[in-house]
């Protein structure tokens, strides 16, 4: 089993950069496949993006693309989500997961979840 822990969520202007981090525990993060997923207010849980074990595949929603990156270190037990140009709208609540398996049939089943770092996004 594997705990997780996201971190470096706050307030940011718009177009400001910001990075988040989520910290597993319990066993290594190298047997997870790892994603991010965002909640904003009043609205769904949505996919972000994954990585595969060893961070040769990654995953994106079509919106996510060219300004969101996914990236792991195995080594520190940690992915990050390095977020750019960043919008009024990519305010949420933002997910951290992890699966033993790669579902990319449905991102949203999968099976630790974290409890979520507040990025907000000021105009």
């Known amino acids: 089993q594997v705990q997780l822990v996201e971190s470096g969520g706050g307030l940011v202007q718009a177009g400001g950069s910001q990075r988040l981090s989520c910290a597993t525990s319990g066993r290594p993060s190298r047997y997870y496949v790892m994603g991010w997923f965002r909640q904003a207010p009043g609205k769904g849980r949505e996919f972000v993006a994954a990585i595969d074990w060893l961070g040769s595949l990654t995953y994106y929603a079509d919106s996510m693309k060219g300004r969101f990156t996914i990236s792991r270190d195995n080594a520190k037990n940690t992915v990050y989500l390095q977020m750019n140009s960043l919008k009024p709208e990519d305010t949420a609540v933002y997910y951290c997961?992890?699966?033993?398996?790669?579902?990319?049939?449905?991102?949203?089943?999968?099976?630790?979840w974290g409890k979520g770092t507040l990025v907000t996004v000021s105009s």
């Open positions: 997961a992890a699966d033993r398996s790669i579902r990319s049939s449905s991102w949203y089943a999968m099976e630790y």
